[in-house]
């Protein structure tokens, strides 16, 4: 899939979200565009099932050192992805923190220029 309209999309000043404060649970709403784009993430096996929890510190590695997702493999940027998107279900504006830092654009970039089809996790599951 080419990513670039989400690409472009989160490169705009734009706000990406809003927040509801009187929502007390989940006060944070996402665009079109970021919903559509986690959509897309599920449809095309980005996001993949493993023990994502048992993998958050080295996510954060990632977080703090941006410049590690500029050199990420397709499964790095699969779990990075899956690990943000699922911890944002627990701690509601974790996405939103992630397009703030620039963080998701870097991923989205990366995932662009790797190869689609290299095999890394085909059916979409680590063991």
Known sequence: MDWAYYIEYL?????KYSIDESN???????TQE??????????????IQFE???WQEKAAEFIKNPEMIKVA????VKMLLTTIVRK??????FVAYIIEEGILLLLMQR???LP???GECAEGTIS
Do not use: H, Q
């Open 11 to 15: 490169k705009t000043p734009a706000k």
């Open 24 to 30: 007390v649970f989940d006060p944070y709403s996402y």
């Open 34 to 47: 970021i919903d559509d784009l986690i959509t897309n993430l599920y449809e095309t096996k980005i996001i």
């Open 52 to 54: 994502w929890p048992e």
């Open 73 to 76: 493999s397709l499964i790095e």
């Open 88 to 93: 944002n279900r627990f701690c509601s504006g």
């Open 111 to 113: 995932l662009n220029e």
């Open 116 to 118: 689609a089809d290299i």
